[in-house]
Structures are given as C-alpha cells and as structure tokens.
C-alpha cells in the first residue's frame, strides 16, 4: 500500500527566507511523486512532479522539490518565500505499478509566510 | 491548459432532497476523473474513480446508492448525492486524468 507523510502541520517563514514543506512517501516500486496546492475554498492546484530523470524538479511559482530515493522524500522547497504563498501544501504519491492512476496524498501542510 | 470546471461551487439544499454536481475538462478530454471529499483542514478522501462509458468504482465505505456517478462523455462527469443528510455536507472536488491529475474548484454541499 502506497502511504504519505507530511510531519508538520504548519510551516511559518517571513517573506524573503527560503522555505521548505517536508514529504515522504512509502511505496512498493517506483513512486510518481507531486506537490499541490490549494487557496481556502478552492481545489488543487498543480505545482510539480517527479516521475523520473533528475532528482530535482522545477515547477510553478518558483517552487522546487528534490527526490531522494535513499530518504524516501520529496520535500518542497523555495529560495524565497512571498506571503501570497500562503496556503495549504498537499504532497501525494501514485505507485503506478500496484495503485493504478490512484493517488493518496498527505495531511496537509499550511504554509504562513509573514512580512 | 487543463481546466477542470465545477458546477456549482456552493449548493444548499434541505435534507432528503438529492443534489448533482457537475465536473467539466474545457480544454481536453478524458477518460478517467475522479471525485473526493474533504473535511475541514483535513486531507482529501478518494470515494471513487469515474471511468467514461462504464460503471464507476468505488473505495471502500462509499456507499453507491448514495453517491451516483456518471460519466457519459469525455469531458463530463456528474456525481449526485442521493436523499442527502447533514452528515453529507463537505467539500466535494473532482479531478480529470491527462498526464497528472488536474483538480476542480471544488463544490461546497451544505446540507439544512
């Protein structure tokens, strides 16, 4: 069974620092791996994926996550953060080998960038 | 590319009536969506698979009768919430399969 961990249920950064949202993941064969967002009221939205190649993934809104297969991880990361980054940070995993096209994501982090 | 429309964004209905709620992908076709519930800051809980042109699949503890699921094109999947209950009130959101699963707005369902 394929299963998410996202240890922190808040992350608080001022505007400017780097943040990171931390994920890991258990699977059976080779994760496919994402980061989604979602505003209050809203759906997700997409923000990155690895499935595979190199390790570190570049997606929207200047976000970046790196796999390491060693660690089992896929933390999200960003040089800079902006207080409209402020939201609710889901990462989530599909096993394309036993899952299907199913994905099973994590708790959530809420992310608060402050000035 | 890849928007995913939900139709309507908040409903309001009185117990024992039944509610429909519609998924569209504008700008690609696809054969699979899904559809999920999440409760306040929680996570989202798959309830089932929405396959176009056959029966959808459903996760363990989601009752089919009560959640109808049908998928008749490519570009539409509609669930209905049948003889609805407070319990019922959520978030529901759809997703629609290309590469990646891309994510409705979500549907907020209150149930008086």
């Known amino acids: 069974a394929q299963s998410v961990a996202q240890p922190e249920d808040q992350v608080n950064v001022a505007e400017g620092n780097p943040l990171t949202v931390k994920c890991t993941y258990s699977?059976?064969?080779?994760?496919?791996l994402f980061w989604y967002v979602q505003y209050p009221n809203r759906g997700l939205q997409f923000l990155l994926k690895?499935?595979?190649?190199?390790?570190l993934v570049k997606g929207s809104y200047g976000f970046e996550a790196e796999f390491n297969k060693s660690q089992t991880s896929f933390h999200l990361k960003k040089p800079s953060a902006l207080v409209s980054d402020s939201a609710l940070y889901f990462c989530?995993?599909?096993?394309?080998?036993?899952?299907?096209?199913?994905?099973?994501f994590g708790t959530g982090t809420q992310l608060k960038v402050e000035l | 590319g890849a928007v995913v429309s939900q139709h309507p964004s908040w409903v309001i209905c009185k117990s024992g009536t039944s509610v429909k709620i519609e998924c569209r992908s504008l700008?690609?076709?696809?054969?699979?969506m899904f559809w999920y519930r999440q409760f306040p800051k929680q996570s989202l809980m798959l309830m089932a698979t929405?396959?176009?042109?056959?029966?959808?699949?459903?996760e363990q503890g989601v009752e089919k009768d009560k959640f109808l699921i049908n998928h008749a094109s490519l570009t539409l999947s509609t669930l209905t919430v049948t003889s609805a209950h407070p319990e019922d009130s959520s978030f529901y959101i759809c997703?629609?399969?290309?590469?990646?699963?891309?994510f409705g707005p979500g549907t907020r369902l209150t149930v008086l």
């Open positions: 989530a995993v599909r096993d394309p080998t036993g899952g299907g096209n199913k994905l099973t």
């Open positions: 699977v059976s064969g080779n994760p496919y």
């Open positions: 690895y499935i595979t190649g190199d390790n």
């Open positions: 929405s396959n176009e042109g056959s029966k959808a699949t459903y």
């Open positions: 997703s629609a399969l290309i590469d990646t699963q891309y």
């Open positions: 700008d690609f076709q696809a054969t699979t």
